[in-house]
């Protein structure tokens, strides 16, 4: 029987060596598909704690932009209302100064409700069940008057609001809170002040304001020209305060898109493969592989027929 020149001890080197290309192989496969160093993060080894304090802080900061967002939606729908006021108050303005200017006035109690009406409907509208000027009380409707009469009736312009005292607020940041609701009687105390004013002189012994002005009616409505250039600069404050909420929300989330680049950069540093370098890799170790095959096969083939 014809002996093979060979030994138990390189056979067994040999396969060792198919075993190791193997598992290399494998890896850079398993890396290249999932694009990660490691599916465990003990094989990170030093940098494990500095990933998973790096992910939770990033996670904090996404969670910071999804509050923004929904802020600012709020501050949107609190520039919308507090604009449309605005020009509600305005509009009611033109019109006695017209009257002043006219010495005449039409329909001035149905101009009065209107306006009334505007503000009542802006200060109790609503955002998926929640009254967006309501404060913390968020199911309760703020003003609690329908009409100018019930308003007049009250015993004073501060009982028709039912608003908490506090805003909304919330954390958009690490130790940065904001507080970026409007209250309904921070609003609108002045406006319903000067619109009763007017309501109760129109339905008065001097009123009521229709036609042609009587001398008391318009020395009434020139002072309340002045009242109501006041509340309409007290609503102006308010929106550009609403206005500065908004443009802090922006710089605040700058910061944090900034953030949130630099901890993906960053992780992805220290998890994430170079496909380039890995592929390259993967090539040489199929390579290594199929020679190690091929040593096997040959080794198999040799005997002493391969000497003589």
């Known amino acids: 029987m014809v002996s093979r020149v060979s030994s138990f001890g390189q056979q067994q080197l040999l396969i ?9 192989v494998f890896e850079n496969q398993r890396q290249i598909s999932t694009g990660r160093i490691t599916d465990e993060f003990r094989g990170l080894g030093g940098s494990t704690g500095t990933i998973l304090g790096s992910r939770s ?9 999804q509050t923004i967002t929904t802020i600012r939606g709020r501050i949107d729908g609190n520039d919308v209302q507090v604009g449309g006021i605005i020009g509600a108050v305005e509009s009611l303005q033109d019109n006695v100064l017209a009257a002043v200017a006219n010495n005449n006035a039409q329909g001035f109690s ?6 009334f009406q505007f503000l009542t409907n802006s200060l109790n509208s609503n955002i998926d069940g ?46 940065v809170d904001i507080e970026f609701g409007l209250l309904a009687d921070e609003v609108a105390t002045e406006a319903f002040q000067v619109l009763v004013d007017l309501y109760n002189f129109d339905n008065g012994p001097s009123g009521p304001i229709n036609g042609e002005l009587d001398a008391t009616q318009f020395a009434f409505l020139q002072t309340q020209v002045g009242a109501l250039n006041d509340t309409i600069d007290g ?5 550009v305060d609403n206005g500065l909420s908004f443009n802090r929300l922006n710089v605040v989330e700058q910061q944090h898109a900034d953030t949130v680049i630099f901890l993906q950069t960053f992780i992805s540093d220290q998890e994430d493969v170079d496909l380039a370098e890995t592929v390259t890799q993967l090539n040489n170790n199929q390579v290594a592989l199929e020679a190690s095959f091929q040593a096997v096969a040959s080794l198999s083939r040799l005997s002493l027929l391969n000497f003589l």
């Open 16 to 24: 060792r060596g198919i075993q190791e290309n193997q598992a290399r």
């Open 57 to 65: 802080f990033l996670s904090r900061v996404e969670s910071y932009q």
């Open 110 to 115: 149905e101009q009065l409700e209107q306006t």
């Open 130 to 175: 929640t009254f967006q000027f309501s404060g913390a009380s968020t199911g309760t409707v703020p003003v609690n008057v329908t009409d100018l009469a019930s308003l007049a009736a009250l015993p004073s312009v501060s009982d028709a609001f039912d608003n908490a005292d506090i805003a909304f607020e919330a954390r958009i940041a690490d130790g």
């Open 235 to 239: 609503l102006r404050q308010t929106e």
